[in-house]
């Protein structure tokens, strides 16, 4: 299986760089890993509505240049938001489980920069992934992913890990 996750921004502190690079480094005995960063755009203080929508249009269209469009049976988008659905890790593995099973080989996970997503790539979306009604910076939220969808990997397998 083929897992992306496409996110806004680069990460700059090396203690996210040092988890991301270790869960990702798990996972390859699982899936092939690939992480791809789009850009993101400098918000300016008490930023207008028609600025936050200029910025997640700018952020969104290059997110989209990585989506394919919807159709392709063997590709499923899962965007990570705030107002998505809550699961448990168990049910995380499920999902991804039965995306394998249903004959899907890439899975590509999007998270947003500071601002949230553009509804574009939000309706794109497959699934629609909650991991908490709390705000997480986006460096954070990548290291926390991965470490769940390596907990996934673990359940699919049978294989011990920290509960």
């Known amino acids: 299986m083929k897992i992306d996750?496409?996110?806004v921004g680069k990460i700059k502190e090396k203690f996210f760089r040092d988890a991301i690079a270790e869960y990702t480094k798990r996972l390859g005995r699982y899936?092939?890993?690939n992480i791809i960063?789009?850009?993101d755009e400098k918000t300016p203080d008490n930023a207008s509505e028609n600025v936050i929508m200029d910025i997640l249009d700018k952020e969104g269209s290059r997110l989209q240049k990585y989506i394919p469009d919807k159709g392709q049976n063997d590709t499923y988008v899962i965007t990570l938001e705030i107002n998505?659905?809550?699961?448990?890790?168990?049910?995380l593995a499920d999902k991804i489980a039965d995306l394998n099973?249903?004959?899907?080989?890439h899975i590509i996970f999007v998270?947003?920069?500071s601002l949230?997503?553009?509804?574009d790539v939000t309706k794109r979306a497959d699934y629609h992934l909650s991991f908490s009604p709390m705000t997480f910076p986006h460096q954070l939220m990548r290291v926390i992913l991965l470490e769940q969808i390596y907990r996934s990997f673990r359940i699919i397998n049978h294989?011990?890990?920290h509960k």
């Open 5 to 7: 996750i496409l996110c």
């Open 31 to 33: 899936a092939s890993m």
């Open 37 to 39: 960063e789009v850009s």
């Open 84 to 91: 998505g659905k809550e699961i448990s890790s168990e049910k």
């Open 101 to 105: 099973v249903s004959g899907v080989s």
């Open 111 to 113: 998270i947003g920069g």
């Open 116 to 119: 949230g997503l553009h509804p």
């Open 159 to 161: 294989e011990p890990y």
